[in-house]
């Protein structure tokens, strides 16, 4: 469906025909017929000079990556101002996405704030209404975590089967990021929570005035004020300037340009906690409150937008994990749909909340696969299947879907979605 | 136990400490950080409705106002009947679906509290021109939902007075998280590692289904992002552009066309603001695009009915294949009232009662055309 780096004729001209067709066999090295021309002969690149510093004042990546942007899938909703679009998972490795890669889900709209006309506001039950600024936010004390943001429709489209072929589409709502923000409970014991107050709700400055309930024991828990991610400042369509952390929980609560907490003693049932956001059961009853995201896992590559280009031999699979509930300690990948397992290797740092990074290597021999992976979390929870989802939940929750997911990979290295037996 | 051990262990138990530190620490009495708001402040911000009635405003409205006001916010985008225009929200209707294939969830059929109807539609609605309506006539319009819900008669007025005692089908069909009952048992359970089933057969391809986005979209994405990176290497996302479409025009940077005699900078200012009831559906401006409604750019002059992509109701058609041409009287007829000047549209607009308005509509839509 893409036009993929690695394949380019320009380098696989000088290889073997053999080995260009069906790649080398395990452990043997391929051989080369001419001499390589970007290698004997002189490259622009090694001769003339490039840019200086400050070509890119604010740095870009590699023009050779233009193709490793978000992407919308313009059927899904009815206007590109109240949509989504998806992180290319396929494309990125270790567990930090970058900035201007996490994925977008707005209702209104990106509000664009300037940090000095913004206001946050705490009202309702406790002793003293208060008002802050971006300069008095700063004040406060603030800690430094990464978390994942899933929203609750990722892989929304793949309840009742296998629907689109790229792990950006089936899995690209989410994003893990680093946060640097003030918590949560320390403004509200600035406020001081009265006896009665066991719900805040959260409301943002955009046009959508995005709100939802959420009970003060994870208040005053986890939650974070945020305004920078990554390091830098909230990127406009994350937030800017302030946006709400809510470890574990689904991306909707995370309200983004957020200017008021009010505290209650029950929820609101807010349109995104009634309408939206609630799992429609297969009996017609609709489960509600449902914040924290289970354990789930995806291989990234190969996947339908990450063929295997490079025939037998070794193979690198990986993916990511999360769980709304803590740690990926393990996660398991078959090659065979399904009937063996493998546990793979976890990889780099594992927060709590955090996306991980597994990898599983092998000598491919050509053979079709069926590639799946499974996580287990640090509650015992191991991620289902999607026929054991759809078993209890039936097909029309359109949220939650943690189920597991297959890539069937052909002869060729192509990958598709597909589902099993 | 070995030193090293030792020392791996006094490692770890260093490591859990520092963990445990990284907690911002609370202050008796608080930082003092911050001013108290005002009540008037809070008043403003504090117009959250709840089901037990918190909140609502003092007012009033019945449904034949509310059926107005619908008619020309609403209907463009939720259809005349709520039954909505291509995918956005249907309002009404989808009563016994809940358990089928294809669930139709409405205010009807699905939710739970009217007050999430109130609080919603005087907090994001109308669709472009968020927290515009008055209370009366979000009261007025609550209850043209409810009546095109069939769940009162078209007599029916709804007031703070009796809201809370609208009682919405389905408000027994909630039940709260119940994972850790109905599913960690079963998913708790040990995972199998090996010769877990006996064979494996592929039961669906996505590639059947083919609902993926094509290559050329991605291609021409591609193109634009690395045109973007080479060309300008610190401009904004383009969703920033796309979020505001109307984005604010430089009279001074733009000689008035020629149609119109002067650019009257004040008259473009109104017609921007008048714009807003269109923009949820209408671009206008540099990289505007076709959304509900087609692109506006360069409209005087332009052959009626003329964007390639665009699906015009019948009557644009005709009136393209007779070619017709926007000009000033054109414009204004149908601006005035679109369901006269063009019989068929499906542009669900009533239409600009004040000439005035029509007036500085035209001029901004000249003075931010690229």
Redesign the interface.
Same mark, same amino acid.
Do not use: C
């Given at each position: 469906?893409?036009?993929y780096k690695g394949l380019k004729p320009s380098r696989r001209n000088f290889l073997t025909g053999a080995a260009a067709v069906g790649g080398a066999l395990a452990g043997s090295r391929l051989s080369a017929q001419t001499a390589d021309p970007l290698i004997v002969n002189p490259q622009p690149w090694r001769q003339d000079l490039g840019a200086g510093v400050d070509?890119?004042?604010? *740095?870009?990546?590699s023009?050779f990556e233009? =193709?490793v942007?978000r /992407?919308?899938?313009?059927?899904?909703? #009815?206007? #590109?101002?109240?949509s989504v679009?998806f992180t290319p998972l396929h494309a990125l490795d270790g567990i930090i996405t970058p900035n201007?890669l996490c994925f977008?889900r707005?209702? *209104?709209?990106?509000a664009?704030i300037e940090p000095s006309e913004h206001r946050l506001?705490?009202?309702?039950l406790v002793d003293?209404?208060?008002?802050?600024?971006m300069e008095?936010?700063m004040?406060?004390?603030?800690?430094?975590h990464v978390y994942f943001l899933e929203c609750a429709a990722n892989s929304g489209?793949e309840w009742a *089967?296998?629907?689109?072929? *790229?792990c950006q589409?089936t899995h690209g709502m989410i994003h893990n990021v680093q946060y640097t923000g003030?918590?949560l409970?320390?403004l509200l014991?600035?406020a001081?929570v009265k006896t009665e107050g066991k719900w805040i709700?959260v409301?943002g400055a955009d #046009?959508?005035?995005m709100?939802r309930s959420i009970p003060m024991e994870k208040a005053l828990d986890d939650c974070l004020v945020a305004f920078k991610m990554n390091g830098e400042a909230l990127?406009?369509?994350q937030g800017y300037p302030l946006r709400l952390v809510v470890p574990g929980w689904e991306g909707n609560m995370w309200v983004k340009w957020i200017? /008021?907490i009010?505290v209650?003693d029950?929820p609101?049932?807010? /349109?995104e906690e009634?309408?939206k956001y609630?799992d429609?059961l297969?009996?017609?009853?609709?489960? /509600?409150?449902?914040?924290?995201m =289970?354990a789930k896992s995806v291989i990234t590559s190969p996947s339908?937008q990450a063929p295997i280009t490079h025939g037998k031999g070794p193979l690198v699979i990986t993916g990511v994990a999360w769980s709304g509930r803590g740690t990926i300690p393990q996660v =398991?990948v078959t090659t065979?749909?399904?009937?063996?397992?493998h546990k793979a290797r976890m990889s780099g740092p594992s927060f709590d909340k955090s996306m991980h990074r597994f990898y599983y290597e092998m000598d491919w021999d050509g053979a079709p696969l069926?590639l799946q992976s499974?996580a287990?979390d640090s509650?015992?929870?191991?991620?289902?299947t999607k026929d054991?989802l759809r078993k209890?939940r039936g097909?029309?929750s359109i949220y939650h879907n943690n189920g597991i997911q297959t890539w069937?990979i052909d002869a060729d290295g192509k990958a598709?979605?597909?589902?099993?037996? | 136990m070995s030193k090293s051990l030792n020392l791996a262990a006094a490692l770890l138990t260093f490591a859990t400490a520092a963990a445990a530190q990284d907690v911002a620490p609370s202050k008796d009495g608080g930082y003092g950080i911050g001013r108290a708001a005002m009540p008037e402040e809070v008043a403003a911000w504090n117009t959250d409705i709840r089901p037990d009635g918190m909140g609502l405003p003092v007012g009033s409205g019945d449904v034949l106002t509310g059926e107005d006001i619908y008619v020309e916010n609403c209907s463009v985008c939720h259809g005349d009947f709520g039954e909505a225009v291509g995918r956005w929200p249907v309002l009404a209707g989808g009563g016994g679906t809940l358990e089928n294939k294809d669930p139709v969830k409405t205010v009807g059929s699905y939710w739970p509290y009217l007050s999430t109807v109130f609080d919603y539609v005087n907090r994001a609605m109308p669709f472009g021109h968020a927290a515009s309506l008055s209370d009366d006539e979000t009261y007025a319009l609550t209850a043209y939902i409810l009546y095109l819900n069939d769940l009162v008669d078209d007599d029916f007025t709804l007031s703070n007075e009796n809201f809370t005692e609208v009682s919405m089908p389905n408000v027994d069909n909630f039940i709260d998280d119940d994972r850790a009952e109905t599913e960690f048992p079963i998913f708790m359970a040990e995972a199998c590692m090996e010769n877990c089933k006996d064979s494996v057969e592929i039961t669906m391809h996505a590639s059947v289904v083919d609902v993926t986005p094509e290559e050329t979209a991605a291609k021409a994405n591609e193109a634009a992002a690395e045109a973007a990176a080479v060309e300008a290497p610190a401009a904004e996302p383009v969703t920033e552009a796309a979020a505001e479409p109307a984005a604010e025009p430089e009279p001074a940077a733009e000689p008035a066309p020629v149609v119109v005699a002067a650019a009257d900078p004040a008259l473009i200012a109104d017609g921007e603001k008048a714009f807003r009831q269109c923009k949820s559906c209408h671009m206008v401006g540099e990289g505007a695009q076709n959304r509900v409604g087609p692109e506006l750019n360069a409209i005087m002059g332009r052959t009626v009915g003329a964007i390639p992509d665009f699906r015009y109701s019948d009557v644009f058609q005709d009136a393209m294949a007779a070619g017709e041409v926007w000009d000033n009287d054109k414009l204004h007829a149908f601006l005035a009232n679109p369901k006269d000047a063009m019989p068929g549209t499906k542009m669900s607009f009533r239409g600009v009662r004040d000439a005035a308005d029509i007036d500085a509509l035209i001029a901004y839509l000249q003075s931010a055309s690229p």
């Open positions: 469906m893409e036009h070509a890119a004042p604010y *740095g870009v990546p023009k233009a =193709d942007i /992407r919308d899938v313009p059927w899904l909703t #009815a206007d #590109a101002v109240s679009n201007g977008e707005h209702h *209104g709209g990106v664009v506001m705490i009202n309702g003293k209404e208060l008002v802050f600024t008095d936010l004040r406060f004390p603030r800690e430094n489209m *089967g296998a629907q689109l072929n *790229g589409f003030v918590p409970r320390l014991e600035e001081g709700m409301e #046009a959508a005035g709100n990127r406009p369509e200017r /008021r009010e209650g029950q609101w049932h807010a /349109r009634t309408s609630t429609l297969a009996n017609g009853v609709a489960r /509600r409150f449902t914040w924290e =289970d339908p =398991d065979d749909g399904g009937m063996n397992w069926l499974r287990h509650t015992g929870y191991v991620q289902p054991a209890i097909e029309n069937a598709e979605n597909v589902e099993i037996s | -």
